[in-house]
């Protein structure tokens, strides 16, 4: 008999295989897109917030230009060359920052609103460059500004003497204003003061115009505070020294060393030969004593919108002898006035512009010297005549344009 070996393998359903591997490989697909999206989500965000700084740096390139702008138009003579003249026509200049303190730069032009005297629209577009592709961001803004000058003059003199005195042969000529002062007014003599005036009181002729009450406050720039004019200056962005002034006589003017022509002298200057500058003279803490023929004019830049003082004296003007002449085209500044010695109708002093005495006693000639002062507005922009406070700039409007 036979006997068959039983068959302990038998088979069951069929298996189905690789599912584990196709379970596999789903959840690797599955964390991959996971991944990925964690990863492009983590690269978006840090993109965002990479602009989101770049857009802010843009932003205060923009702010920093209105700023920059109002800066130059109350210190035009800091500006850069290539801002040019700063008048009707619009201007405008880049400033690019180290990028250790700002990256990007911005881009400022200004124009004169038309009609409108001392007010500027000024527009400032910050550019910062991403730090993914390199595209810049921009961000711009629109501003009018007002620039108020620290010093207005408005007359033909500006006096903050206690007491003035105008002697024989002094004429004082101004539309609509001859003159202000804090206090009382003599006017002897031959003495002529035409247009308003501003005193506490008369003494003596009275003056052809309106008589009007004394300003509250100095009309002139007090002794001390005006701008010290033998110190370096900046013109259109570079640093110059003004030069010096001799008593012998001579021609001065602009130079390339000494753009504006300003020259100085320390202690009393005594004019011994005829003397000529164009640009302004400045006696440093002495008088200037007239024993010739001086003649001072604004120096002529066509890219100057302003003017500096073309005479300042820190104690007084003295005219001695006869046959002297003193003849300004602009604003004069002395402490206590202009006096004579010995002088005769053949001494004048001419002043075209205006004439400020900063002390609080001043006197115009007290001799038979001929003085002649004649308000001329064209003359009387001028810049920085007192080291502080500093022009003034007022925001009309802030605009945010477009951005990119």
């Known amino acids: 008999m036979r006997f068959r070996r039983p068959n302990i393998f038998k088979e069951g ?74 008048g009707p026509t619009a201007v405008s200049f880049v400033s690019t920052q180290p990028p250790t303190t700002m990256p990007g730069s911005v881009s400022v032009t200004v124009a004169t609103v038309a009609g409108a ?9 910050g550019s910062v460059p991403t730090s993914t592709d390199g595209q810049p961001i921009t961000r711009t803004i629109t501003a009018q500004l007002e620039v108020i000058p620290s010093y207005q003059i408005t007359g033909a003199g500006a006096f903050n003497s206690s007491a003035i005195t105008i002697g024989t042969g002094v004429t ?66 570079t640093l110059y020294y003004p030069g010096t002034v001799s008593g012998t006589g001579g021609t001065y003017g602009p130079q390339p060393a000494n753009p504006l022509g300003i020259y100085y002298n320390s202690g009393n200057l005594t004019v011994t030969g005829p003397l000529t500058v164009t640009g302004t003279l400045y006696v440093k803490g002495g008088f200037l004593i007239d024993n010739s023929t001086i003649t001072i004019n604004p120096v002529n830049l066509s890219q100057l919108t ?11 003007i003295e005219m001695e002898g006869s046959n002297h002449a003193l003849t300004v085209s602009g604003v004069v500044c002395t402490n206590t006035g202009i006096t004579n010695s010995f002088a005769t109708n053949s001494t004048h002093v001419n002043i075209t512009g205006a004439l400020l005495i900063t002390g609080t006693t001043g006197v115009i000639t007290n001799g038979s010297a001929q003085v002649h002062i004649t308000y001329d507005s064209s003359y009387t922009n001028v810049l920085n005549l007192v080291a502080n406070p500093p022009p003034a700039v007022k925001i009309i409007s802030w605009t945010e344009g477009t951005n990119q």
């Open 13 to 86: 359903p069929p298996r189905r295989r690789g599912i584990a591997l196709v379970l596999v490989l789903i959840v690797m697909a599955v964390a991959s897109i996971l991944a990925f999206a964690m990863l492009s989500a983590g690269a978006l965000q840090a993109t965002a917030s990479s602009n989101g700084v770049t857009a802010a740096a843009a932003q205060a390139q923009a702010e920093s230009g209105i700023h920059l702008a109002a800066y130059y138009l109350t210190h035009p003579e800091t500006a850069p060359v290539s801002a040019g003249n700063w």
């Open 117 to 125: 005297t001392n007010y500027y629209n000024v527009t400032a577009a």
């Open 172 to 237: 004082i000529t101004g539309t609509p204003n001859a003159f202000s002062t804090t206090g009382s007014v003599r006017i002897s003599g031959t003495g002529t003061v035409n247009g308003n005036v501003s005193a506490s009181s008369f003494l003596g002729s009275a003056p052809n115009g309106q008589e009007l009450s004394a300003p509250s406050s100095p009309p002139a720039p007090t002794a001390g505070t005006l701008t010290d004019y033998s110190q370096p200056y900046y013109y259109q962005g």
């Open 306 to 316: 302003y003017s500096l003082p073309t005479l300042v004296v820190d104690k007084a």
